[in-house]
C-alpha cells in the first residue's frame, strides 16, 4: 500500500541522518585499506552490515586467511539471528521472497522500529517494511561511495576520533529498549560477560558471547507484561 510505503519512508528518515557518519567512515577507512571506490561500493551493496563492514575492512587489510574474516563477520553478525526470531511473529503473512528480502534488508533500526510497531498492535505490512529499509539501503550505498571518493582528503579518520561514532549509534539503540522489564539486569550482565570473553577469548567473538548471555538470563527471569509507550517507539524510531 502507497500510504505504508510513505510511512516507512518518513520514519527512516532520522535514521538516515544518522547513519550517514558511518556509511562515509565505512568509505573512508575501505579506502584506506586499499580498496577502489567501486569495490567499496560493491560492499555496501551486497554486504549491507555496517559494523561487519568495518570488521571485515579492517582484517582485509592485515592479510589473515579467509576462514578467519568468514568467521569474525559472523560473530559481529550473530544477533541478526536473534533480530530475524524476534521479528518473525510479524511478518508471517510476507511470501517467502519478501521474507528472504526483509532479511537481508535487516538492520538494528530496522529490528527495534519493526518490533515496537507489531508489539503495539500495528500492522507490519511489507509495504511499510520496504519504505522503511529503502531509505537506509540507498542512503548507506550512496556515502559509502562518497566516503570513498574523498576518504584520501579525510586521511586516516580515526585520528579525527570518528572511531567514536559506532559504539555511541550503538549505544543510542540499546537505550532505546530501557522502558522494557529487567533492562538494567540484561545489559549488566550482557556488558560484564562480553568484556570478560574480550580478555578470555578475544574480537569479535565477545560481541556474541555477551550477547548469548544476555538472551539466556532475559529467558530465565520471570516474564512481564510488556507495555510500550510513546517514548519508546519515538526513540527506537
Not at 592479510?63 to 553478525?77: G, K, M
Not at 503495539?120 to 511499510?128: E, I, K, L, M
Not at 549509534?169 to 549488566?188: A, D, E, Q, S
Amino acid at each position: 500500500m502507497k500510504s505504508d510505503y510513505t510511512e516507512g519512508l518518513r520514519g527512516s528518515v532520522p535514521i538516515l541522518v544518522s547513519t550517514i557518519p558511518f556509511a562515509a567512515l565505512f568509505g573512508a577507512i575501505a579506502v584506506s585499506n586499499g580498496q577502489t571506490v567501486a569495490e567499496a561500493t560493491l560492499m555496501s551493496a551486497i554486504i549491507f552490515a555496517g559494523a561487519s563492514q568495518l570488521v571485515g575492512i579492517e582484517l582485509f587489510g592485515h592479510s589473515v586467511p579467509v576462514w578467519v574474516i568468514v568467521l569474525s563477520i559472523f560473530a559481529v553478525n550473530f544477533r541478526h539471528i536473534l533480530y530475524s526470531a524476534a521479528i518473525t511473529p510479524f511478518i508471517t503473512h510476507f511470501s517467502p521472497a519478501q521474507k528472504a528480502l526483509s532479511f537481508f534488508l535487516l538492520t538494528d533500526p530496522q529490528f527495534a522500529q519493526t518490533l515496537t510497531r507489531g508489539e503495539t498492535g500495528r500492522s507490519v505490512s511489507f509495504a511499510w517494511y520496504m519504505g522503511f529499509a529503502t531509505t537506509i539501503y540507498v542512503g548507506w550505498v550512496g556515502v559509502s561511495a562518497i566516503g570513498a571518493g574523498f576518504g584520501k582528503l579525510v586521511g586516516d579518520p580515526r585520528a579525527l576520533g570518528f572511531d567514536v561514532l559506532l559504539p555511541i549509534y550503538f549505544m543510542g539503540l540499546v537505550l532505546g529498549f530501557r522502558k522494557r522489564p529487567n533492562f538494567l539486569g540484561v545489559v549488566i550482565v550482557s556488558a560484564a560477560v562480553s568484556i570478560l570473553a574480550q580478555k578470555l577469548v578475544g574480537s569479535p567473538w565477545h560481541v556474541s558471547i555477551g550477547a548469548l548471555a544476555g538472551v539466556l538470563l532475559a529467558a530465565l527471569l520471570p516474564p512481564k507484561a510488556v507495555t510500550a509507550g510513546p517514548a519508546e517507539a519515538e526513540t527506537s524510531a
